[in-house]
Nanobody
C-alpha cells in the first residue's frame, strides 16, 4: 500500500507564497516513476499543476503556473514539494499530490496516477 499526505496549505494574500509538501509512505519498497500536483476548485474539474520525474528530476508545469510554481523532491525524505510564489486568487483550490509506479504517456493526465493524497486547501485572497 502507498499513502500520500499533503500539508502546507492555508490562506494567503495575492502575491504571497506557500510551500506544499507531500510525504509518501509505503509498507513495502517501491520505485516510483513520477509525482504530480493537481488542483480542483469547486465546480471545476481536477487540473494538472506540475509533475516531476522521480529519478531524473525533470519537471513539467501547466502554462498557468510556469514561472511562479516550482516542484521539487527530496529522495531521502520521500517527499515532493510545490513552492508557490506570486499567488493569484485563481490559484484557490484543493491541491492534491499523486504518484505512479508506472511510466506515463502524459505527465498531465490525472487518470494515469494511481495513488492520491487527501488534499490540502489553498486559498488566495485578493
Amino acid at each position: 500500500q502507498v499513502q500520500l499526505v499533503e500539508s502546507g496549505g492555508g490562506l494567503v494574500q495575492a502575491g504571497g507564497s506557500l510551500r506544499l509538501s507531500c510525504a509518501v509512505s509505503s509498507g513495502r519498497t517501491f520505485s516510483r516513476y513520477a509525482m504530480g500536483w493537481f488542483r480542483q476548485a469547486p465546480g471545476k474539474e481536477r487540473e494538472f499543476v506540475a509533475a516531476i520525474n522521480w529519478s531524473a528530476g525533470s519537471t513539467y508545469y501547466a502554462n498557468s503556473v510556469k514561472g511562479r510554481f516550482t516542484i521539487s523532491r527530496d529522495n531521502a525524505k520521500n517527499t515532493v514539494y510545490l513552492q508557490m510564489n506570486s499567488l493569484k486568487p485563481e490559484d484557490t483550490a484543493v491541491y492534491y499530490c499523486a504518484t505512479t509506479l508506472l511510466r506515463l504517456s502524459s505527465y498531465s493526465d490525472s487518470r494515469e496516477y494511481r495513488y492520491w493524497g487527501q488534499g490540502t486547501q489553498v486559498t488566495v485572497s485578493s
